[in-house]
Protein backbone atom coordinates (compact mmCIF):
# COMPACT_ATOMS: atom_id res chain seq x y z
CA UNK A 1 0.00 0.00 0.00
CA UNK A 2 1.49 3.71 -0.80
CA UNK A 3 1.62 6.34 1.48
CA UNK A 4 -0.68 8.19 -0.35
CA UNK A 5 -3.68 4.95 0.10
CA UNK A 6 -2.48 4.61 3.78
CA UNK A 7 -3.09 8.63 3.82
CA UNK A 8 -6.59 8.51 2.58
CA UNK A 9 -7.06 5.10 4.71
CA UNK A 10 -6.51 7.32 7.53
CA UNK A 11 -8.16 10.31 6.39
CA UNK A 12 -11.67 8.70 5.14
CA UNK A 13 -12.82 8.70 1.62
CA UNK A 14 -12.88 12.18 0.45
CA UNK A 15 -15.76 13.62 -0.85
CA UNK A 16 -15.75 13.23 -5.13
CA UNK A 17 -14.21 15.98 -6.56
CA UNK A 18 -14.83 17.36 -10.05
CA UNK A 19 -10.52 17.81 -11.57
CA UNK A 20 -9.40 18.37 -14.84
CA UNK A 21 -5.43 18.24 -15.81
CA UNK A 22 -6.02 21.81 -16.41
CA UNK A 23 -6.39 22.79 -12.52
CA UNK A 24 -2.48 22.79 -11.86
CA UNK A 25 -1.40 24.79 -15.58
CA UNK A 26 -1.05 27.90 -13.85
CA UNK A 27 0.21 26.89 -10.84
CA UNK A 28 3.42 24.71 -12.60
CA UNK A 29 3.99 27.81 -15.73
CA UNK A 30 4.65 29.89 -12.41
CA UNK A 31 6.82 27.36 -10.72
CA UNK A 32 8.57 26.33 -14.25
CA UNK A 33 8.18 22.58 -13.62
CA UNK A 34 5.23 19.76 -12.59
CA UNK A 35 4.19 19.59 -9.43
CA UNK A 36 4.83 16.26 -7.32
CA UNK A 37 2.24 14.13 -8.64
CA UNK A 38 0.88 12.74 -5.18
CA UNK A 39 0.40 16.20 -3.97
CA UNK A 40 -1.68 16.69 -6.93
CA UNK A 41 -3.41 13.52 -6.68
CA UNK A 42 -4.40 14.52 -2.94
CA UNK A 43 -5.14 17.99 -3.37
CA UNK A 44 -7.47 16.70 -6.10
CA UNK A 45 -9.02 14.47 -3.93
CA UNK A 46 -9.74 16.30 -0.91
CA UNK A 47 -9.15 20.34 -2.22
CA UNK A 48 -8.38 23.04 0.02
CA UNK A 49 -8.62 22.18 3.93
CA UNK A 50 -6.86 21.44 7.33
CA UNK A 51 -5.57 17.86 7.92
CA UNK A 52 -6.00 16.37 11.38
CA UNK A 53 -7.11 20.06 12.67
CA UNK A 54 -3.35 21.42 11.75
CA UNK A 55 -1.67 20.75 8.88
CA UNK A 56 -3.50 23.54 6.13
CA UNK A 57 -3.09 22.63 2.45
CA UNK A 58 -4.58 24.26 -0.88
CA UNK A 59 -5.83 23.54 -4.33
CA UNK A 60 -4.70 25.37 -7.15
CA UNK A 61 -8.57 26.13 -7.40
CA UNK A 62 -11.19 27.39 -5.03
CA UNK A 63 -11.45 30.21 -1.83
CA UNK A 64 -7.81 29.57 -1.40
CA UNK A 65 -5.90 29.33 -4.76
CA UNK A 66 -2.52 28.05 -3.87
CA UNK A 67 -0.83 30.14 -6.27
CA UNK A 68 -2.25 33.56 -4.60
CA UNK A 69 -0.97 32.32 -1.13
CA UNK A 70 2.41 30.51 -2.74
CA UNK A 71 2.72 34.44 -4.04
CA UNK A 72 2.43 35.94 -0.74
CA UNK A 73 4.29 33.69 0.77
CA UNK A 74 7.46 33.16 -1.36
CA UNK A 75 7.64 37.09 -1.08
CA UNK A 76 7.42 37.34 2.63
CA UNK A 77 9.72 34.52 2.88
CA UNK A 78 12.40 36.12 0.97
CA UNK A 79 12.39 39.42 2.38
CA UNK A 80 12.89 37.64 6.01
CA UNK A 81 15.77 35.72 4.10
CA UNK A 82 17.47 39.14 3.17
CA UNK A 83 16.63 40.81 5.99
CA UNK A 84 18.62 37.91 7.74
CA UNK A 85 21.74 37.88 5.40
CA UNK A 86 22.40 41.47 5.53
CA UNK A 87 22.16 40.79 9.55
CA UNK A 88 25.06 37.96 9.05
CA UNK A 89 22.74 34.98 10.01
CA UNK A 90 21.67 33.31 7.19
CA UNK A 91 21.44 29.57 9.74
CA UNK A 92 17.35 30.02 10.38
CA UNK A 93 16.61 30.09 6.43
CA UNK A 94 19.52 28.97 4.68
CA UNK A 95 17.21 28.43 1.24
CA UNK A 96 16.16 30.50 -1.63
CA UNK A 97 12.72 31.30 -2.50
CA UNK A 98 11.36 30.63 -5.99
CA UNK A 99 11.58 32.16 -7.93
CA UNK A 100 14.83 32.43 -7.26
CA UNK A 101 16.66 29.26 -9.06
CA UNK A 102 16.17 26.25 -6.39
CA UNK A 103 14.06 28.12 -4.32
CA UNK A 104 11.87 26.47 -1.74
CA UNK A 105 7.69 26.48 -3.47
CA UNK A 106 5.39 26.99 -0.56
CA UNK A 107 2.22 24.22 -0.50
CA UNK A 108 1.40 24.68 3.09
CA UNK A 109 1.90 25.63 6.55
CA UNK A 110 0.22 24.00 10.43
CA UNK A 111 -1.03 26.11 13.02
CA UNK A 112 1.86 25.42 15.42
CA UNK A 113 3.60 28.62 13.25
CA UNK A 114 5.85 26.29 10.26
CA UNK A 115 5.43 26.04 6.59
CA UNK A 116 6.20 23.86 4.49
CA UNK A 117 7.75 24.04 1.25
CA UNK A 118 9.18 21.78 -1.46
CA UNK A 119 12.85 21.80 -2.13
CA UNK A 120 13.24 21.14 -5.90
CA UNK A 121 16.36 19.50 -5.55
CA UNK A 122 15.95 17.30 -8.47
CA UNK A 123 14.65 17.66 -12.07
CA UNK A 124 12.31 14.69 -11.49
CA UNK A 125 9.33 16.58 -9.25
CA UNK A 126 8.72 13.29 -7.40
CA UNK A 127 11.83 13.44 -6.01
CA UNK A 128 11.38 16.68 -4.13
CA UNK A 129 12.04 16.75 -0.66
CA UNK A 130 9.75 18.93 1.80
CA UNK A 131 11.15 21.47 3.83
CA UNK A 132 9.86 22.83 7.03
CA UNK A 133 10.64 25.91 8.37
CA UNK A 134 9.78 25.57 12.22
CA UNK A 135 8.72 28.76 13.53
CA UNK A 136 11.66 30.66 14.69
CA UNK A 137 13.88 27.66 15.06
CA UNK A 138 15.14 26.82 11.79
CA UNK A 139 14.58 24.34 8.91
CA UNK A 140 13.78 20.45 9.07
CA UNK A 141 14.42 18.35 5.98
CA UNK A 142 11.70 15.46 5.04
CA UNK A 143 13.57 12.98 3.00
CA UNK A 144 10.35 11.81 1.13
CA UNK A 145 7.49 12.71 -1.13
CA UNK A 146 4.06 15.12 0.37
CA UNK A 147 2.20 11.54 0.83
CA UNK A 148 4.57 10.24 2.91
CA UNK A 149 5.23 13.23 5.07
CA UNK A 150 1.96 14.17 5.56
CA UNK A 151 1.12 10.27 6.59
CA UNK A 152 3.89 10.70 9.15
CA UNK A 153 2.63 14.21 10.32
CA UNK A 154 -1.01 12.29 10.67
CA UNK A 155 0.52 9.50 12.94
CA UNK A 156 2.70 11.41 15.32
CA UNK A 157 -0.69 13.48 16.13
CA UNK A 158 -2.70 9.87 16.51
CA UNK A 159 0.23 8.63 18.56
CA UNK A 160 0.79 11.75 21.20
CA UNK A 161 0.56 10.57 25.16
CA UNK A 162 -3.22 11.09 26.51
CA UNK A 163 -2.54 14.32 28.15
CA UNK A 164 -0.66 15.82 25.13
CA UNK A 165 -1.45 19.53 25.41
CA UNK A 166 -1.48 20.06 28.99
CA UNK A 167 1.62 21.62 30.57
CA UNK A 168 3.25 18.83 32.98
CA UNK A 169 2.85 21.52 35.87
CA UNK A 170 -0.61 21.46 35.53
CA UNK A 171 -1.75 17.75 35.95
CA UNK A 172 -1.39 17.94 39.34
CA UNK A 173 -4.30 20.71 39.57
CA UNK A 174 -6.61 18.78 37.48
CA UNK A 175 -9.12 16.25 38.52
CA UNK A 176 -9.39 13.06 36.73
CA UNK A 177 -13.39 14.51 35.38
CA UNK A 178 -11.32 17.82 33.95
CA UNK A 179 -9.30 15.42 31.92
CA UNK A 180 -12.02 13.44 30.36
CA UNK A 181 -13.78 16.45 29.53
CA UNK A 182 -10.66 17.97 27.74
CA UNK A 183 -9.94 15.05 25.97
CA UNK A 184 -13.68 14.72 24.94
CA UNK A 185 -13.08 17.56 23.70
CA UNK A 186 -10.22 17.14 21.49
CA UNK A 187 -8.49 19.59 23.29
CA UNK A 188 -5.51 17.31 24.80
CA UNK A 189 -4.30 13.56 23.97
CA UNK A 190 -4.00 12.11 20.41
CA UNK A 191 -5.65 14.21 17.67
CA UNK A 192 -7.87 11.48 15.58
CA UNK A 193 -7.26 11.76 11.56
CA UNK A 194 -9.47 13.82 10.13
CA UNK A 195 -10.02 16.38 6.80
CA UNK A 196 -11.74 19.42 6.84
CA UNK A 197 -12.28 21.09 3.79
CA UNK A 198 -12.27 24.87 3.47
Not at 34 to 44: H, I, T, V
Not at 51 to 69: A, D, Q, T
Not at 164 to 188: M, R, T, V
Request: proline share 9%; aromatic share 10%; charged share 25%.
Amino acid sequence: MSSLDELQALLGEPARQQSTPDDWNEVEQHVGSPLPSDFKAFLNAYRSGVISGELVVFHSRGSSPLLERMRKTHQAFTERRDRALDGGDSEHVPYPFHPEAGGLISWGYDHSGDEHFFLPCDPDPERWKIVTIVHEEGCETFDGPFSSFTLAFVQRLLNVDQYHGIEPQALEFLEPEDLEELAAAGEIGPVRPSFEPF
